[in-house]
C-alpha cells in the first residue's frame, strides 16, 4: 500500500531553515507529480509547491516563492522541501502528497522566537 | 480569500442529502480536473473524489462529484454521523501556475 512518511519538523527561531524530507514507498515514485501542502493551526490547506515526476518543473506558491526549494530523489524515494528564511507565518503541519491523492500524515514546523 | 470558493459551513440530518459546491474561474476549474478531500480533526486528509467525479476504491458511492463550467459540487447521500468532517476541493490553476484549495467546508451532520 502506499506510504508517505514526512520527518524533519521541528521548532526553528525566524530567519532560520529547516529541510522536510517524505519518504515513499508502495508505488513507483518516479512515475507521480510530488506536492507539498501546509495546514496552519485552525486554519484551511494551502498548497505550498509541485515537482514533476522527473524533477524538470517545479512552482511554488508566491508565499513561498524565493524561500522554499523543492527537491528530489527517485534513486531513493524521497521527495525533499528546503526551507530557507522562515518566518512565523510559516508554522504549520506540512504534508506530502501525491498527483493521484496520496498524503502521508504530516510534520509539524513551528517558527517562534 | 481562497482562489475557490466554498461555503464555511453546511448542515443536514441524518440519513439526508448535502450538496458542497467550489465555486473558481476559466483559469482553474475551467480549466483542470477537480478533487475532493476529507480531513477528520487532528488526522491527515483523505482523497474522495478525483477527476472531477471519480471515487478511489473505498470511498462508498454516497459521495460523488461533479463540475460545470467553473463550478464543482460534491454531494454526500444517506449522511451518517461519521460524515462530520472538513471538506475541501482542490485544482490547478493555469494563469497562477499554483495549485488552489477552497477554503474548506465543515460538515456537520445534526
Known amino acids: 500500500q502506499v506510504q508517505l512518511v514526512e520527518s524533519g519538523g521541528g521548532v526553528v527561531q525566524p530567519g532560520t531553515s529547516l529541510r522536510l524530507s517524505c519518504a515513499a514507498s508502495?508505488?513507483?515514485?518516479?512515475?507521480?507529480?510530488m506536492h507539498w501542502v501546509r495546514q496552519a493551526p485552525g486554519k484551511g490547506l494551502e498548497w505550498v509547491s509541485v515537482?514533476?515526476?522527473?524533477?524538470?518543473?517545479?512552482y511554488y506558491a508566491d508565499s513561498v516563492k524565493g524561500r522554499f526549494t523543492l527537491s528530489r530523489d527517485n534513486s531513493m524515494n524521497i521527495l525533499y522541501l528546503q526551507m530557507n528564511s522562515l518566518r512565523p507565518e510559516d508554522t504549520a503541519m506540512y504534508y506530502c502528497?501525491?498527483?493521484?491523492?496520496?498524503w502521508g500524515q504530516g510534520t509539524l514546523v513551528t517558527v517562534a522566537s | 480569500q481562497s482562489v475557490l470558493t466554498q461555503p464555511p459551513s453546511v448542515s443536514a440530518a441524518p440519513g439526508q442529502k448535502v450538496t458542497i459546491s467550489c465555486s473558481g474561474s476559466?483559469?482553474?476549474?475551467?480549466?483542470?480536473?477537480v478533487s475532493w478531500h476529507q480531513q477528520f480533526p487532528g488526522t491527515a486528509p483523505k482523497l474522495l473524489i478525483y477527476?472531477?467525479?471519480k471515487r478511489p476504491s473505498g470511498i462508498p458511492d454516497r459521495f460523488s462529484g461533479s463540475k460545470s463550467g467553473t463550478s464543482a459540487t460534491l454531494d454526500i447521500t444517506g449522511l451518517q454521523i461519521g460524515d462530520e468532517a472538513d471538506y475541501y476541493c482542490?485544482?490547478?490553476?493555469?494563469?497562477?501556475?499554483?495549485?488552489?484549495f477552497g477554503g474548506g467546508t465543515k460538515l456537520t451532520v445534526l
Open positions: 502528497a501525491t498527483d493521484r491523492g496520496d
Open positions: 482542490v485544482t490547478w490553476d493555469s494563469s497562477l501556475t499554483a495549485g488552489v
Open positions: 477527476e472531477n467525479n
Open positions: 515537482i514533476s515526476s522527473d524533477e524538470s518543473n517545479k
Open positions: 476559466g483559469s482553474n476549474i475551467g480549466k483542470n480536473y
Open positions: 508502495g508505488f513507483t515514485f518516479s512515475n507521480y507529480n
